[in-house]
Nanobody
Framework: QVQLVESGGGSVQSGGSLMLSCEAS????????MAWFRQAAGKEREGVAG???????SYQDSVKGRFTISQHHAQNKLYLQMNNVRPEDTAMYYC?????????????????????WGQGTQVTVSS
């Protein structure tokens, strides 16, 4: 079992920056991929960025060049640096992890590929 706790959300103006953190605990040695997802009010959950244990990353097109996902193995932490944020980035952001399944060339960004989830942290971007 893996437990995930997000932090760092808040309110920020358009064009500003925010860093989200996710602390993992439990059987973290078995985790192969981690990712950030978001869900805006009335919309489906969508993948934002993913990272494989060896550091390979993937991003949703709308955040490429603005968001950066990173990990710190020794601290069991996952980060999402969000720069030049936009009002459409407003959502609940979730940290996710998976310890099952096969090998992917790039980290998957589909919710059904992940089996552990945090409770989420709210990000609100004002114009």
């Amino acid at each position: 079992q893996v437990q995930l706790v997000e932090s760092g959300g808040g309110s920020v103006q358009s064009g500003g920056s925010l860093m989200l953190s996710c602390e993992a605990s439990g059987s973290t040695y078995s985790v192969n991929y981690m990712a950030w997802f978001r869900q805006a009010a009335g919309k489906e959950r969508e993948g934002v960025a993913g990272i494989r244990r060896d550091g390979v990353t993937s991003y949703q097109d709308s955040v490429k060049g603005r968001f950066t996902i990173s990990q710190h193995h020794a601290q069991n932490k996952l980060y999402l640096q969000m720069n030049n944020v936009r009002p459409e980035d407003t959502a609940m952001y979730y940290c996710a992890a998976v310890d099952r399944g096969g090998y992917y060339s790039y980290p998957p960004l589909r919710p059904d590929e992940y089996n552990y989830w945090g409770q989420g942290t709210q990000v609100t971007v004002s114009s």
